[in-house]
């Protein structure tokens, strides 16, 4: 019940197309919902997060879609740019407390030029 | 502020030698984190500390893996004797409450 699946593996797509990551997760608890981008040879790094107490949240061209009712998540990549190739991680975890993320198996993006 | 560092970057060992990484906060986060990442995979979560109290290990081999964070700050992960299995990214993450974590580089280790 701790699972997070997340998909595809790897994505590529042209300079300013769209990229869509999908995530599902399967304990009801889970109130914290947040995307990692990931560059070789550096730690994951925060990118956006979402709490269900909203459908969707933006942050420039970054946007999350949350589905309560089917436990799904995605991040969409809005004028996809070859800056935005790298491996992104959806987690998810109680916000309150130990805040123990549980992350997806990762999507290497490729944005081609 | 300075981020999460970690040391070394990289370390590769033979197989049944000890090996032991190192982690520095960012200043003022009371909870600790050591995740491992295998290759392809997403972090998972090793121990958790908060101050120098190790509160969540359930996912720590205790058997060949140590872990202590003296006065609430630095943290050493240690592992010995190594084996070929602990190939992997070793990640330390910070976080002041109820607010993100955030990593640090990581140390990739190589067992031969």
């Known amino acids: 019940q701790q699972q997070v699946k997340q998909s595809p593996q790897s994505l590529i797509v042209q300079k300013g197309g769209i990229s869509i990551i999908n995530c599902a997760y399967e304990n009801t608890a889970f109130d914290y919902f947040p995307w990692y981008q990931q560059f070789p040879g550096k730690g994951p790094a925060l990118l956006i997060a979402?709490?269900?107490?909203?459908s969707e949240k933006k942050e420039g061209r970054f946007t999350i879609s949350f589905n309560k009712s089917a436990k799904q998540f995605s991040l969409h990549i809005m004028d996809s740019q070859p800056g935005d190739s790298a491996t992104y991680f959806c987690a998810a975890s109680k916000y309150q407390g130990a805040q123990k993320l549980v992350f997806g198996q990762g999507t290497r993006l490729t944005i081609n030029p | 502020e300075a981020g999460v560092v970690q040391s070394p970057r990289y370390k590769i060992i033979e197989k049944k030698q000890p090996v032991a990484f190192w982690c520095n906060p960012i200043s003022g986060h009371n909870t600790l984190y050591w995740y491992r990442q295998n290759l392809g995979q997403g972090p998972e979560l090793l121990i958790r500390y908060e101050n120098e109290e190790a509160v969540d290990d359930s996912q720590l081999p205790k058997d060949r893996f140590s872990a202590e964070r003296l006065k609430g700050v630095d943290s050493t992960l240690k592992i010995q004797p190594a084996e070929l299995g602990d190939s992997a990214v070793y990640l330390c993450?910070?976080?002041?409450?109820?607010?993100?974590?955030?990593f640090g580089p990581g140390t990739r280790l190589t067992v031969l």
């Open positions: 993450a910070s976080r002041r409450a109820y607010n993100e974590q955030f």
């Open positions: 979402i709490r269900p107490d909203v």
